[in-house]
């Protein structure tokens, strides 16, 4: 049995609210569920021996797993192996009916599929010329069959390419001169040369008032610092939102997703020590974000490899990342540049480690073959044992929860993900921002799958008589508009519906949506709060088509996006979709419009 059901069951929801006499399909044997509470836990673990081989045809008596050092009984056990499928093997998704998109996504072609992440947030503009160069060498020789999709993180994450085996296409995207990846650098973004920059021009200060530092000496060198401080804080947070959005993203792609990260420094960790804790709050409260971003990668298996984006790590202490005064002077204040440059390497390196254990993930540093870095990574994470285990502790108190797993033999290495935070929803004592959707609503991203939806939109029949009331919130939308009637169908066991005394189920939705024009701004924007009490024979209902919403908005009458939104405010999960509003837009929006699209940016 395989671990993941298939993925055309859950589409059929999609077509079941056109033909509404039809009921929701569901697997006759319901495969395991991963959730980050202490009911049900999925360990995906990597065996690896020698250089990275992986070990094969393991048993589950092989396996030993503790949770916080307590023996716990295995209830389900399964090896993947990576697979090389022939084009044309798999159907094709089941075309939407006309006007119907979903945000199911397609059926991946093995048991892993892998997220290349480009960030020039974290990394020099050298660095990021370096990764190109090296990603599109190793799509040169990537073996058929392996899944890939593209991402770049700059100011905001940006969509490249969706998951596809077709290294020409790939290719293409990567070196694409509107959407492809060029080296940039961001405000909130920080080099070596910014750092030396600041270390130059407090000495310029001192030489200027006799080699002596001053009151207004160590103002400058303090303001330097607090600058530097919100440019880290700026970077964490956005870095953390792109993950989270990434983790929403891939949550139903059946399998173990890697994220392979190039950057040349990971100002993040998801499962963070005390101390680090302590030191990341001082720039910023941290706790929250998080702890959600743990808790959201935990969910969708995501399994973290960072790679170091600069290659070896020299270093070489007369050049301008360390202190030219130091440099200049050679002997134990030369030997103060080398020491400093080593520290900086050491912490690097723990961060990288410390996120790819916590993630299930390995680490890649010190090596300029970041082709051969891809290689491993994806080698590494296509060939695992899934483990499913029920604790011994059921509370459900948020705390974090330490995994051990182990096998006889002690010359094996495992990866796995470490621990988990004890939560029914994802991070459920954190609070949601008040239009939690409004970051998610962005345009040119791949839809969010924790909540799988079906949307019809189509022209109002009839259309508003002049000067009616709009539909939406612009008040200054003016000139030709076009009402969209917009009709939701969202698969009913992705959202909480709690069942109550009285036998009724409740539960809350916020629905939203953002319109964009060709120039990327926001047209048109709505929303509203679904506050449900279902008596029993709706609920009935509701279980074979799913839960029904309706949303109205006025667009212009031009080239449109329109972002559609569901938000669970007892779970944090979350599902968007992106539809075309005009036919001169379908042919550019088809790679998010879900299954019923065909183009190579497919996610």
Known sequence: MRLESSIFLA??????????????????????????????????????????????????????????????????????TARTVPPGVIPPMPKMPPNVYTNV?????????????????????????????QILEFLKSMQPGTRVAIFMLGSKLRFVQ??????????????????????????????????????????????????????GIEAVAESQREFADFQYGDRAAMTLEALDYLARYLAAVPGRKNLIWFASSF???????????????????????????????????????????????????????????????????????????????????????????????????????????????INDGSH????????????????????????????????YRRGYNADDTVAADVKPEPDPLRPLLMRGLPGATQILCAARVQP?????AAGAKRAGKNTKLTGPLTR???????????????????????????LGMIAYGRDGNAVNWGSATQQMSMQP??????????????LDIDVPDADVWLEIGVYDWNTGKAGTLEVPLHPATAATSAALSGPAAAAPKAN
Do not use: C
Request: proline content about 6%.
């Open 384 to 415: 695992y044992y899934t483990l499913v285990y029920t604790p011994t502790n059921k509370k459900i108190d948020g705390k974090y929860r330490r995994i051990e797993v182990k096998v006889p033999e002690s010359k094996y290495k495992l990866s």
């Open 460 to 464: 109002a029949a009839p259309q508003p």
């Open 267 to 377: 100002p993040v960790t998801v499962f963070p020590t005390s101390s680090q804790s302590e030191a990341m709050n001082k720039v910023r409260e941290y706790a929250g974000a998080v702890k959600r971003t743990a808790d959201l990668l935990t969910a969708s298996k995501v399994a973290v490899y960072p790679v170091g984006a600069e290659g070896m790590m020299v270093d070489h202490p007369t050049e301008g990342n360390h202190d030219y005064e130091q440099a200049g002077k050679g002997g134990p204040a030369l030997m103060q540049n080398t020491m400093d440059g080593a520290d900086d390497r050491s912490t690097k390196i723990m961060a990288m480690d410390q996120l790819a254990a916590d993630t299930g993930g390995k680490a890649f540093y010190n090596t300029n073959d970041l082709n051969g870095a891809m290689s491993r990574a």
């Open 11 to 80: 589409s059929a929801f999609a077509l079941a609210f056109v033909a509404s006499a039809a009921a929701q399909s569901a697997p006759a044997d319901p495969a395991p569920t991963l959730k980050t509470t202490a009911r049900a836990v999925v360990v995906e673990v990597v065996v690896t021996k020698g250089n990275d081989e992986p070990v094969t045809a393991l048993h589950q008596q092989d396996f030993t797993v503790l949770e916080d050092g307590k023996p716990v009984t295995v209830n389900f056990f399964e090896e993947h």
């Open 537 to 550: 024979d709706f609920f009935a209902s509701v279980q074979k088509s799913g839960v029904p919403a309706h």
């Open 484 to 510: 969209y009637s917009i009709d939701l169908m969202i698969r009913w066991t992705d959202v909480s519906l709690k069942a109550e005394p009285d036998g009724t189920h409740s539960g809350k939705l916020q």
């Open 162 to 215: 969706g998951f596809t085996t077709d290294t020409s296409v790939l290719r293409a995207a990567l070196d694409d001169k509107k959407t492809g990846v060029s080296p940039e650098k961001d405000a909130s973004s920080r080099t070596r040369s910014d750092d030396q920059d600041d270390k130059d021009d407090v000495a310029e200060m001192k030489v200027m008032n006799n080699g002596r530092s001053s009151p």
């Open 105 to 133: 996504p397609p059926a991946p072609e093995s048991d892993a599929v892998n997220v290349l992440l480009l960030d020039s947030l974290n990394t020099e503009r050298q660095d990021q010329s370096y990764v190109h160069k």
